[in-house]
């Protein structure tokens, strides 16, 4: 069973984490069993669970646990290993076999999260005005939200050409954003973040309009000196990220020069817009 390996994601449900991936060519989601066996049974070894559960299911006859095929899903330490998966029709039939007050909440979460995704496959606009809203709700201000659609769009130009060139999701791509991060701001991602005092937050959505600006001159000069260059292999590739790095690191030195000002620092949009109302007060 061919799939690729690409548009994985986490669904929250209730609070907790639900790895998941969409199949492009079968348009179904996957996923991971154990997550969803750890919402509902509130073990504290939902693999444990699991491996019982499905033994049980066997010895019973049950087709549910021949339904489940395995993908590699990223775990807890950012590496990714086999998991045991299923999609929405078999997960439904799961979750009957899991004796749960959180059953039927899950089975509604689950409809709606594979509903929506079917949608957004058909009309992609939909996706854009639920990230629209979402980005409202917490606050932030139209012409931000503007640009951090926009960052998304040129970052998955980016991971596109990655994958044209063979580099591999996960910790090949996080060294290579790594390598166009500390080009252009000076700092490593995990220096940049702990500038901003963050933790699992995402960094791009702690951004100011400035810093989504030059993160995306770097990722855009990264894809087109990559399409340029056709790099052959992963050294080729941290090459050319640092050179679309260099390009953005370039243009936030003469920023800071000409205005006298940081263009990295540890506020986000949302706290300059507090800190100029309190100002303005």
Known sequence: MKKQLK???????EGKQIRRHWDEEKELWYFSVV??????????NPRKYWNKLAERLR???????TRCHQLKM???????YLTDV????????????????????????LARVGYERLEETADPELAINRALKTYLQKGYSREWINQRLK??????????E??????????????????ITKAWTGMTTKEYKKLKDLKKENLRDNMTNLELVLNMLAETATTEISQKRE??????????????????????????????KKAVGKYNFKKLQEQKKLKSK
Do not use: C, H
């Open 162 to 179: 990655w994958e044209n060139r063979g580099v591999k999701e996960g910790l090949e791509f996080a060294i290579l954003t790594n390598e």
């Open 151 to 160: 960052s998304i769009e040129i970052r998955k130009e980016l991971t596109d």
């Open 7 to 13: 548009n994985k994601a986490i669904a929250i449900f």
């Open 86 to 109: 299923a999609d929405t029709e078999a997960m439904l039939r799961l979750i009957q076999s899991i004796p749960s007050p959180n059953a039927e909440p899950f089975k509604l979460w």
């Open 35 to 44: 997550d969803v066996v750890g919402v509902l049974s509130a073990s504290d």
């Open 74 to 80: 990223r775990a807890s330490d950012g590496k990714y």
């Open 59 to 65: 010895n019973e006859g049950s087709e549910v646990v």
């Open 231 to 260: 790099p052959k292999d992963f050294d080729e590739n941290k090459a050319v990220a640092r050179e679309g790095g260099s390009i953005a690191g370039n243009a936030r030195k003469e920023i800071e020069l000409k205005t006298g």
